[in-house]
């Protein structure tokens, strides 16, 4: 297991900023994700990085306003949001796998993470 717990989540206003953070257990080296889901819609990409934090990828729907990035010594992972949006609304989801071959259409796939956190809500107000 490799408990990962993210925070930072809230309630915005449209063109706000947020910082989400995804703290794991573990120094091992895993590519990190982050993924979030809108109530009745399915788990989408949102971004993820390599374990050496070199690589990253970005939807195309937060590609320009998020940012991932991660302190290897904390064992964690941050999102920071800016410009946000009523349609970023959503559960936040923090992602990690070991064994992932990182390119761009592996990484937005739900089914290449072993491990989950629990989430974090972030609402958007128009």
């Known amino acids: 297991q490799v408990p990962l717990v993210e925070s930072g989540g809230g309630l915005v206003q449209s063109g706000d900023s947020l910082r989400l953070s995804c703290a794991s257990q573990?120094?091992?080296?895993?590519?990190m994700a982050w993924f979030r889901q809108a109530p009745g819609k399915e788990r989408d990409f949102v971004s993820a990085i390599s374990w050496s934090g070199g690589s990253t990828y970005y939807a195309d729907s937060v590609e320009g306003r998020f940012t991932i990035s991660r302190d290897n010594g904390k064992n964690t992972v941050y999102l920071q949001m800016n410009d946000l949006k009523p349609e970023d609304t959503a559960v936040y989801f923090c992602a990690a796998d070991n064994e992932i071959i990182f390119t761009k259409e592996l990484v937005e796939k739900v089914d290449e993470y072993q491990y989950w956190g629990q989430g974090t809500q972030v609402t958007v107000s128009s």
């Open positions: 573990t120094s091992s080296m895993y590519a």
